[in-house]
């Protein structure tokens, strides 16, 4: 076994070469091992501080492969600082050599994102609460960001940004909503405040404004205590375009940018609007995203992760991750989500067959849903996203009628008008047709196949759109999740029509099945009505009206496809509870279907209602 040599109090210890798994800084029961990739160095060291006191251990070259550097060191314990001194060869005027200080590329915990910041060492075990992901037909999932979730006109009153302990105590409004899955924005180290968290610092760090990677387990452990499944939104194409602790790792000067980056036009720009792309043609590249990935599974108990724009890594680099995961038989269930651009629907089929992803993000139902409410071929476009594209399942699409964090946030203080909450876009949270549509919205996106997403604010008519941090908008800088707004009374109506399909989905589990028939298309009227059933004998029939047009004598005529007996109405978007009206539907009547094979119905305008046979 080769050694390293450790100074202490400029006396020299002689420690052992790493004999541990795992890349970075790991504690062990007897040792905390330190390892690094370096391939261009001649010497790697890791400086160690204790009570401010430097030391300093060298790490060896592995034989196996010498581009490695590890070593053990006794003694290390949690909340250590930490960095790597790389002493590196040189050899041309964009590589000149000398001696580089970075952080741990792998840190599970960072002091900041300032280019000098120290890593700090992380014990990452704990006991967890018992929690099995449930099954993929069953989510139900609120998407929701860190940071600017809690704070504004509720009892935390922060004036910055939201902490993974202020997030904690929010989670039972998520639950009682009637939702059992959690989608958190990126919640890695970016630079200065937090922002959209799309371009990491320190990719392995959890935000320090955030706070520890212990906090982090314990929101994750008290959301599965409350019956809510996590998902990471993991972010594997770029790192940040500012303080990125990868960039030039290995003081490459060149804007080939290291060994993270370095021949950035093989497959495209190492520069771009959204970040600077890694190489994913690398195979250690592979394998450090790869390790993240694990990571987020493995020591934070993630359900799920949700690849974001992972039609920007190469087939080979994500293939790589998946079957990497997939080797786990405890992560078959897991959910996997793939960002995949619209413009290559012809791909979606092979990115859940072929790279074994479980779902595609539907990023082109917001605006077919837009379009059918705005008249434009309503029936069309209703069909268009009912439905599961021949996928083997429903929940191979995750579905979010109402908009995404990417149809909400407007990045530039008001400028972008199409990115707003669904309600702004159709007339604003005062106008009551918009609410109207936005509770149909809702009630279809849960009714139809596919895993239902709601962005947070969306479930109580949130006014404008989200922003996580204040802008130069001149009328007002704040977007955040608003809590005066979820507790007046328009939000919440939309809260009550939220948590009552939301429940009604879990209690019909035709709503969960693979089976959809369209029944009733009426063109001039823009009403369309479709079946669902379950082998277990529960069957529902969801009507859908995107019109002014509305019947109240029980003269609007549904056929039922062939099914016959008695129907009765189990949710009307248009009750009174959620914003409607008293005797707008057929509460409390028993539907007979008649000789013609239809059902004869109240229908108000812009609406859902779903019968079930008794």
Not at 386 to 410: C, E, K, Q, T
Request: aromatic share 14%.
């Amino acid at each position: 076994m080769s050694e390293s040599l450790m100074v202490v109090n400029r006396s020299v210890v002689s420690v052992s070469q790493s004999v541990h798994p795992g890349m970075g800084a790991n504690l062990f029961s007897d040792k905390c091992s330190f390892r690094v990739w370096a391939p261009n160095a001649i010497a790697v060291s890791v400086h160690i501080w204790q009570d401010e006191q430097m030391s300093q251990v060298a790490l060896a070259p592995e034989p196996s492969n010498p581009s490695y550097w590890s070593v053990d060191v006794a003694g290390i314990v949690a909340g250590q600082p930490y960095q790597f001194s790389i002493v590196n060869q040189g050899g041309d005027p964009t590589n000149p050599g000398g001696i580089l200080t970075r952080v741990d590329a792998y840190a599970r915990q960072v002091e900041s994102a300032e280019d000098n910041a120290r890593g700090i060492v992380v014990d990452w075990q704990q006991q967890w609460s018992e929690f099995a992901t449930p099954k993929f037909a069953d989510l139900i999932i609120y998407e929701a960001h860190v940071g600017s979730f809690a704070g504004l006109n509720d009892h935390l009153n922060i004036s910055t940004y939201a902490t993974f302990a202020d997030f904690e105590t929010k989670l039972g409004y998520i639950r009682e909503l009637g939702f059992n899955a959690l989608q958190l924005l990126p919640i890695e180290q970016v630079d200065g405040i937090d922002g959209e968290g799309y371009g990491a610092t320190n990719l392995f760090a959890p935000h320090n404004g955030y706070g520890t990677p212990a906090q982090l387990r314990s929101l994750v452990d008290a959301a599965h205590s409350q019956g809510l499944a996590v998902i990471f939104d993991v972010v594997y194409h770029h790192a940040s375009t500012s303080h990125n602790h990868y960039w030039q790792y290995d003081g490459n000067t060149s804007d080939e940018g290291g060994i993270y980056f370095e021949d950035p036009f093989r497959y495209e720009p190492a520069r771009d609007e959204d970040g600077r792309a890694f190489a994913h043609w690398k195979s250690e590249v592979q394998n450090f995203l790869l390790d993240h990935a694990r990571m987020m599974l493995h020591e934070y108990r993630g359900d799920g992760l949700r690849f974001d724009m992972a039609h920007s890594l190469t087939w080979e680099c994500t293939q790589h991750i998946i079957a990497g995961l997939r080797e786990n038989p405890y992560w078959r269930d897991k959910y996997f989500i793939a960002e995949w651009t619209s413009e290559q629907q012809d791909r979606w089929g092979q990115v859940i067959r072929e790279l074994d992803f479980n779902a595609v993000w539907g990023m082109s139902d917001p605006f077919a849903f837009r379009h059918a409410v705005n008249g434009e071929n309503t029936i069309d476009n209703l069909k268009s996203f009912i439905g599961w594209m021949g996928f083997d399942r429903p929940w191979n699409f995750v579905r979010y009628l109402l908009g995404s964090h990417d149809r909400i946030a407007d990045s530039q203080s008001g400028k972008q008008p199409d990115n707003r909450y669904f309600v702004e876009l159709c007339g604003g949270r005062d106008n009551w047709y918009a609410r109207a549509q936005a509770r149909l919205g809702w009630a279809l996106n849960v009714a139809m196949p596919g895993t239902p997403m709601l962005f947070m604010g969306s479930e109580c008519h949130h006014w404008g759109y989200w922003w996580p941090n204040p802008d130069g908008n001149l009328v007002t800088s704040e977007h955040r999740f608003d809590w005066a707004i979820a507790g007046d009374p328009i939000g919440i109506s939309m809260r009550n029509l939220v948590r009552d399909i939301n429940w009604i989905c879990w209690h019909h589990p035709a709503l969960r099945s693979d089976t959809l028939q369209f029944i009733h298309e009426d063109r001039t009227n823009t009403v369309l009505a479709f079946k669902r059933w379950h082998e277990g004998g529960n069957i529902v029939v969801v009507v859908v009206n995107l019109s002014d047009r509305q019947w109240q004598e029980h003269d609007y005529g549904i056929d039922l496809g062939g099914e016959i007996g008695q129907w009765s109405e189990i949710f009307n978007s248009q009750s009174p509870q959620y914003d409607g009206w008293n005797n707008s539907g057929n509460y409390g009547h028993s539907l007979q279907v008649q000789a013609d094979r239809k059902i004869y119905i109240n229908l108000p305008k812009w609406s859902v209602l779903i019968f079930r046979k008794q």
